[in-house]
């Protein structure tokens, strides 16, 4: 099984064009709504080194499937997070919102006005997918791995649930350059992962999610307090 990662598309999802809403960016075309699939081209794109590092063993692990016919599985994965994510300002941006939220400090906003979208997935679902894919694999296939457009948010969305939630003012600054490449709007085509594999589903929305963030960072804090 190879964790790949979106970034392997680097910046070209950033091609489709776009609607600018109220707190978020979504894909403008109703053909695309249900967001990035596995055709999505992973060459001639901007990608940053960890992406094009990904993207090459990414295609080495298609390989070991295709030319070998090894029992290898490659996905693509969104934002992968759940109660153990350890999130840092560049990367796990929900565990990293709640951490600012409950511990304090200052969450910045690297461009596209905070509109920007990801789809998010509980670490069980992922486990979940492996596990299907483990029992009938089918060698050298990819898939695209998330929470889909149920569990898509934005940053300024996530800002305001996980305040709800919190009931803690989080707060935040704004920088008006975006990180290099960054996708604007990214939502996980789920189709071809749950055609080949259809008992698996999502069962953790954004709300549970979150509330298993929050419950796990509360009681670290509180075993933090009593030490
Ligand atoms: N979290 C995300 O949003 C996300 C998104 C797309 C893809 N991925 C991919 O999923 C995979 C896991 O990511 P994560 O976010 O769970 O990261 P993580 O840091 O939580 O987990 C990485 C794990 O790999 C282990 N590890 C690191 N170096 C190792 C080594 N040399 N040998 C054996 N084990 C080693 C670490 O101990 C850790 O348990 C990565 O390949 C990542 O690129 C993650």
Redesign the pocket.
């Known amino acids: 099984m ?6 392997v598309y680097g910046d070209a999802p950033n091609e489709i064009p776009l609607k600018e809403l109220e707190k978020r960016y979504d894909y403008a075309r109703p053909e695309d709504s249900a967001g990035i699939d596995e055709t999505c081209r992973i060459d001639r794109t901007l990608h940053s080194l ?1 992406g094009a590092s ?1 993207a090459a063993a990414d295609l080495v692990a298609q390989e070991y499937g295709r030319y070998f016919k090894m029992k290898v599985g490659i ?7 759940g109660p ?3 999130g840092v300002e560049l ?2 941006f929900l565990s990293y919102l709640v951490k600012i939220a409950l511990s304090g400090g200052t969450y910045s906003i690297f461009g596209y006005k905070g509109k920007q979208v990801r789809d ?1 997935i509980h ?1 069980y679902d ?1 486990v979940r997918a492996i596990e299907e894919f483990a029992a009938n694999p089918r060698p050298g296939e990819v898939y695209n791995l ?1 929470g889909g457009r149920e569990n898509s948010i934005s940053i300024l969305e996530a800002i305001e649930r996980i305040e709800q939630m919190t009931r803690r003012k989080l707060d935040w600054r704004y920088v008006e350059e975006a990180r290099k490449g960054d996708h604007i709007c990214y939502i996980s085509n789920l189709g071809k992962f749950k055609s080949h594999y259809p008992n698996w589903k999502v069962t953790r929305g954004l709300d549970a999610i979150l509330e298993e963030i929050i419950a796990s960072q509360r009681a670290q804090l509180a075993q933090a307090g009593a030490r």
């Not at 996905?75 to 997070?81: I, Y």
């Open positions: 190879f964790l790949s990662t979106n970034k960890f990904k996905f693509r994965g969104g934002c992968l997070t153990s994510h350890s990367h796990g998010n670490s992922v998330g």
